[in-house]
């Protein structure tokens, strides 16, 4: 089983900047797939980013191409979120998920799928203030 811790959220005003990290254990990040995902009140959890196992390649929703990057450090088995250019519409509880299942290419991640991820983080507040 996979245990997923995420912080680094807070309140920060439009345009302000934010790093998210989730640090991953009872498994290495090298053979795990890993997304960000977000969930605003009234709202479905959405795919924001996720990185594959095999080579890191990043993917990314139109919600985060051009602001947000998603990176890893093998040695400290984390992955993180930047966030920049926030904005009101960013806000929201942001969860990390990793991806176990195998039928998915280990250099392919499905970032809009967030039913395809088998564990979860406790989530992280965002909040973004105009």
């Known amino acids: 089983q996979v245990q997923l811790e995420e912080s680094g959220g807070g309140l920060v005003q439009a345009g302000g900047s934010l790093r998210l990290s989730c640090v991953a254990s009872?498994?290495?990040?090298?053979?795990?797939?890993m997304g960000w995902f977000r969930q605003a009140p009234g709202k479905e959890r959405e795919g924001v980013s996720c990185?594959?196992?095999?080579?890191?390649?990043?993917y990314y929703t139109n919600i985060a191409k051009g602001r947000f990057a998603i990176s890893r450090d093998l040695g400290k088995n984390t992955v993180y979120l930047q966030m920049n250019s926030l904005t009101p519409d960013d806000t929201g509880v942001y969860y990390c998920?990793?991806?176990?299942?195998?039928?998915?290419?280990?250099?392919?991640?499905?970032?809009?799928?967030?039913?395809?991820?088998?564990?979860w983080g406790q989530g992280t507040q965002v909040t973004v203030s105009s």
């Open positions: 998920g990793v991806l176990i299942r195998t039928y998915y290419s280990a250099y392919f991640c499905p970032v809009t799928l967030p039913k395809e991820y088998d564990y």
């Open positions: 009872g498994q290495t990040i090298t053979q795990l797939g």
């Open positions: 990185i594959a196992s095999a080579d890191g390649s990043p």
